[in-house]
């Protein structure tokens, strides 16, 4: 239970770290668009949106880090091997001819 809510926390914040630099400079685009169209305010709403999402993706590289050492330091439990189950050979039925395939009746 523990190992996978590390790897879904681990998974999200690789996803993010990805993520938020490429919305990041989008956002920036975006306000740099606007202020030369001459609409300051929405260029500096743009401006605290992606300050906003620096903040986010600091906090992701710092979470992303710690997932990875938890995933590290506490490893996958050994998983019990089946015991594997002999095949069993029905003696109600003939075996096999040479002149027919095989599976086939």
């Known amino acids: 239970m523990k190992g996978t809510s590390v790897r ?12 938020l630099p490429v919305a990041i400079v989008v956002v920036l685009a975006l306000g740099g668009l606007l202020r030369a169209l001459g609409d300051a305010a929405a260029a500096a709403v743009c401006t605290g949106v992606a300050l906003g999402l620096g903040v986010a993706f600091v906090v992701a590289l710092v979470a992303t880090s710690v997932a990875s050492a938890l995933a590290i330091l506490d490893p996958p439990r050994p998983r019990r091997r089946r015991r594997r189950r002999g095949r069993r050979i029905r003696s109600d039925r003939e075996p096999p001819r040479a002149d027919r395939p095989l599976g086939l009746s």
């Open 8 to 19: 879904r926390g681990l998974t999200c914040g690789l996803v993010s770290i990805v993520l």
